[in-house]
Nanobody, 123 residues
Framework: QVQLVESGGGLVQAGGSLRLSCAAS????????LGWFRQAPGKEREFVAA????????YYADSVKGRFTISRDSAKNTVYLQMNSLKPEDTAVYYC????????????????WGQGTQVTVSS
């Protein structure tokens, strides 16, 4: 079992920044990557970014490239999502999730999920 707890969401104006954190605990040794997903009302959950737990390789959705940065602090078992130049269309509940295989962009491959944190970007 892997437990994930997100924090850092909130309300921000367009063009602003937020940093999300995801603290992982439990059997993290079997984790291949941690990813961030988001889900807006009436929409499907979509991939945002992922980072390989050991090697640090990063992956991004085209919609956030150049604006969002995913990073990790292995000593703290924590992954961060720095979100800059936020847009109203970034408004969603953001989820952290853990996957044990290479399919880091597919939400159906993730076994463990956090409870989510709301990000609201006002225009």
């Amino acid at each position: 079992q892997v437990q994930l707890v997100e924090s850092g969401g909130g309300l921000v104006q367009a063009g602003g920044s937020l940093r999300l954190s995801c603290a992982a605990s439990g059997r993290t040794s079997s984790t291949y990557a941690l990813g961030w997903f988001r889900q807006a009302p009436g929409k499907e959950r979509e991939f945002v970014a992922a980072i390989r737990w050991s090697a640090g390789n990063t992956y991004y959705a085209d919609s956030v490239k150049g604006r969002f940065t995913i990073s990790r602090d292995s000593a703290k078992n924590t992954v961060y999502l720095q979100m800059n130049s936020l847009k109203p269309e970034d408004t969603a509940v953001y989820y952290c999730a853990a996957v044990d295989n290479i399919f880091v962009q597919s939400p159906t491959m993730y076994k463990y999920w956090g409870q989510g944190t709301q990000v609201t970007v006002s225009s």
